[in-house]
């Protein structure tokens, strides 16, 4: 204090360059005078950093955040002119060594940047708690709202554009495409890019930080799932708490780093958007509407879960149920126009147990019955709808009970109603009615229209027992034999790849084994439940019909493998009661999307599903083959006569070749 005190200026700046000299002795005098000559060109403030470099004698060398800004910036300046020795004191929050010139709440010094992300205000447009940017007498803006405001904008020296300004220059400004940036090599991807921050030990890019934040990992110190960002002493990454450092990814709210969704966890923001998504006018969740909360806060990926209610109608519907604009019935949503997105919601209701369960299909039906006859004239739509009635809509209410009725199975219901409407029409047409058809007519509209012979055949025969027609007869089809047309070594090379391409999703490598292996069909497999698995010590088995089989390795462990990874279930299918679940809540897979799901993976089903059961009729009994595949025991038999003309043609073959063989041979000799 004493030698500050009697020193003149000059004197203080030689002693100044002196003590910086003393740690950074490759420095030239020279430039350390210039430095200071720029930085602190009047006495007092020289007086001021002397008297600092008397109280702190590692001054230089410390890296104290605490160090007065002056000393920051000398450092900074001393830095760039090639200064090693120095240590700059680092952000509390990014690590950046840059100017501390804001304190946070714990006492703890960062940079104005990490500063004010850490005191975010509301703005006063857009309403979020952001880093305010501008204030005026009237209003705080954040950065998006300055930017938007044309107060903002100015004409770019470069490109000409009237947009935000992010740099001025002599002759004028630069916006944000313009603008140069400072660039760096990336940690990460090794890449000269603008970094965004600094973790890990270095400089990480944009795109480097994102990946990083959106993947979490078990952290191996305190094995808690958080973002590792960090480097601990032996160079394993760990996450913020266990490095000691405040972390950049918590959640305001939970403190979870394991969803980001802004500043806080996509967990904390559904359970905030979910609950008023449900909420009533009293401010209660709507009681009937309870599981459904239960279910969207109890999904896997949360952040799906919000982009369905930005983006669903259904989240309108569900918002309307809640306040009573639409009743929690069928009967309402039947009343409005149909929707793949209602078709979602009902499915997803109904498996929650907040809605009766019903026959989608079946149900679906009706009101397509009522439109398609209303289209009709009279006199047909009194033809057509005891038909449809008694024997359509019969029996598939009958397969409907039995669990049978499947989208395909409703297709076909429609075609056999549709062929009787458009075959009346025909008649109409050529000048004659079903009463006065003759087999003529029917031959005619059968050479017009060949595709629809077998859905006309039930409609006849039912307008004839109604003596509606006379007898009227379509050709019979003559059940050909089923073509095996994939060779038995080449269906071997699909199942050597399904077994062990682990780039095919799982479920579509099962499904596919259990047709080339098994001979099972896709509308059966589709269908099929956990229970049909049975896994004991080390061995597998599945139940196709009455009997258990023994599945062979390394299918037990696919098999095992898909019992606990069934695909991505959504909602209400968790528990899943289906071993493919589909994409609607509580239904399986659709036999249609797991045929298509086998085909591009080089399964063809109805080749393979040949191929396989001509091969085990050859080896197995039908009966015990019937038993094992659960198919009936007439089509068991028929495979095992097939299996055996195969084989009875290939041994005559054989025997013909070996005759022809050796008579050549005596008529050589």
């Not at 391409?501 to 259990?514: H, M, N, S």
């Not at 299996?643 to 043609?649: E, F, K, L, R, T």
């Amino acid at each position: 204090m004493v030698r500050c005190s009697t020193l003149t200026s000059t004197q203080t700046l030689d002693a100044l360059v002196a003590e910086i000299a003393t740690v950074e002795p490759e420095l030239a005098a020279m430039t350390i005078r210039g430095i200071l000559e720029v930085l602190v060109p009047r006495p007092e403030k020289r007086t001021i950093l002397l008297q600092h470099f008397d109280r702190f004698p590692n001054l230089l060398t410390s890296g104290d955040p605490l160090i007065p800004p002056i000393v920051q910036r000398l450092l900074e300046r001393l830095a760039a002119a090639g200064a090693v020795r120095i240590v700059r004191p680092h952000c509390a929050v990014c690590g950046g060594e840059k100017i501390l010139c804001r304190r946070l709440a714990d006492g703890r010094k960062a940079c104005a940047h990490c500063g004010r992300e850490a005191d975010p205000k509301p703005c006063s447009r857009c309403g979020n708690m952001r880093v305010i940017t501008r204030r005026t007498s009237t209003e705080q803006l954040c950065l998006r709202c300055y930017r938007h405001d044309p107060i903002s904008h100015k004409t770019c020296s470069r490109c000409g554009r009237d947009t935000y300004a992010v740099v001025r220059i002599e002759s004028g400004s630069l916006c944000t495409t313009c603008a140069p940036r400072k660039l760096e090599r990336c940690g990460q991807c090794g890449h000269d890019r603008n970094p965004r921050t600094i973790l890990l030990g270095a400089p990480i890019c944009r795109l480097c930080y994102e990946q990083l934040r959106r993947n979490p990992g078990t952290c191996p110190a305190c094995v808690q799932i958080k973002i590792l960002a960090y480097l601990s002493d032996d160079g394993r990454r760990i996450c913020a708490t266990c490095a000691g450092e405040p972390s950049l990814f918590a959640c305001a709210d939970c403190g979870r780093e394991d969803h980001q969704y802004g500043r806080r966890c996509a967990v904390c923001v559904l359970t905030e958007r979910a609950t008023a998504l449900l909420t009533t006018a009293d401010g209660t969740v709507n009681r009937a509407l309870g599981p459904v909360l239960s279910a969207l806060l109890a999904v896997d990926r949360p952040k799906s879960t919000l982009f369905w209610l930005q983006q669903s109608q259904g989240a309108d519907l569900l918002r309307r149920m809640a306040i009573g604009d639409i009743a929690i019935s069928h009967d309402a949503l039947d009343a409005l126009p149909r929707t793949r997105a209602l078709d979602y919601l009902r499915d997803f209701l109904t498996a929650l147990g907040v809605l009766p369960p019903q026959h989608v299909e079946l149900e679906r039906l009706t009101p397509w019955l009522r439109t398609m006859l209303a289209d009709l004239p009279a006199a047909d739509a009194r033809v057509v709808h005891p038909y449809a009635e008694w024997h359509v809509l019969r029996r598939t209410r009958a397969k409907a009970e039995r669990g049978q009725l499947t989208a395909a199975g409703a297709r076909n219901g429609r075609a056999l109603i549709r062929t009787a409407g458009h075959f009346l029409g025909w008649l109409t047409e050529h000048g004659t009615t079903l009463t006065t058809a003759r087999q003529s007519h029917l031959d005619e509209y059968l050479v017009e229209h060949p595709g629809r012979v077998r859905f006309l055949d039930g409609f006849l025969t039912g307008a004839h027992d109604r003596r509606l027609i006379a007898d009227l007869r379509t050709p019979r089809q003559q059940r050909s034999e089923p073509d095996v047309t994939l060779a038995d070594d080449h269906r071997w090379t699909i199942v050597e790849e399904l077994l062990h391409d682990e780039t095919l999703p799982l479920d579509t490598r099962v499904a596919g084994l259990f047709v080339l292996l098994f001979g099972q069909p896709v509308t059966r497999i589709c269908r099929m439940t956990p229970d049909q698995i049975a896994t004991t010590g080390p061995e597998v088995t599945v139940r196709f019909g009455d009997d258990p089989i023994l599945l062979p390795t390394p299918l037990d462990e696919l098999t095992r493998a898909l019992l606990h990874r069934r695909g991505r279930a959504s909602y209400a299918s968790k528990p899943n009661r289906w071993l493919f679940p589909g994409g609607h809540p509580g239904r399986h897979r659709s036999a249609d999307v797991l045929r298509n799901q086998l085909a591009q993976a080089g399964v063809t089903v109805r080749p393979a599903r040949n191929a396989a059961l001509l091969q085990l009729a050859a080896e197995v009994p039908a009966p015990i083959l019937a038993d094992l595949l659960g198919i009936k025991p007439g089509t068991a038999v028929n495979w095992a006569a097939l299996a055996s003309q195969d084989w009875a043609g290939y041994t005559a073959l054989r025997a013909e070749n070996r005759t022809e063989g050796s008579g050549s041979i005596a008529h050589n000799e």
